[in-house]
């Protein structure tokens, strides 16, 4: 298995980071090209994080019994679909226009968009693992026994997402924002 995949790193090369070092992450609002795009960028990701956030704190609920079976349904359902969908949205244009464009602003850190790219790939099974057990979950709920075993798998599954998808997100901002923080946003749109 790729030592520098999802599942396996830590973070990414200390080789694909040395921008990072130049533009450290407690700077990088004080950088007068910390501009729309890059702002924007965090955004989303910061929205990325608030969904799973909400995702995680409604299954505990339900594990717990403090919220009704409909309403985690309900809830799983706008907030899955938002993450779900914000997703590959982000993903698609990140992997066909933004990382293309960024990664021939700085040869040294180019392996790393090859390697987020890789990520997206293997975030899509993730995210299909976590339909299918949202899913699982929100069908169960007419039967105790069911529905706790279902939502039992379906945190596990939140979790383990969630892991690799701050992994995936972490890597991201420190990879793209301080290559635009040093070359600009010229050509991202």
């Not at 992997?95 to 975030?123: M, Q």
């Not at 105790?144 to 969630?162: N, P, S, V």
């Amino acid at each position: 298995m790729d030592k520098l995949g999802l599942k396996k790193r830590e973070k990414l090369p200390d080789a694909l980071r040395v921008l990072l070092a130049e533009y450290p992450r407690d700077g990088w609002e004080l950088d007068p090209r910390f501009d729309g795009l890059v702002r924007f960028w965090l955004d989303r990701h910061l929205m990325f994080r608030r969904l799973m956030g909400e995702m995680n704190s409604a299954t505990e609920a339900l594990l717990d019994k403090k919220i009704a079976p409909d309403r985690f349904a309900g809830i799983l359902a706008q907030y899955g679909g938002m993450y779900v969908n914000g997703l590959h949205e982000h993903h698609t244009i990140e992997d066909t226009h933004y990382f293309p464009i960024l990664s021939k602003k700085d040869k040294r850190v180019g392996r790393g968009f090859e390697i987020l790219d890789k990520d997206h790939h293997a975030l899509d099974g993730l995210l299909a693992d976590f339909v299918g057990a949202a899913n699982s979950t929100i069908h169960a709920r007419e039967d105790d026994a069911k529905l706790h075993e279902a939502t039992g798998h379906f945190h596990k599954e939140l979790r383990r997402l969630d892991r690799l998808m701050d992994r995936h997100l972490v890597d991201e901002e420190e990879l793209v924002v301080p290559v635009i923080l040093k070359y600009g946003s010229s050509g991202l749109g």
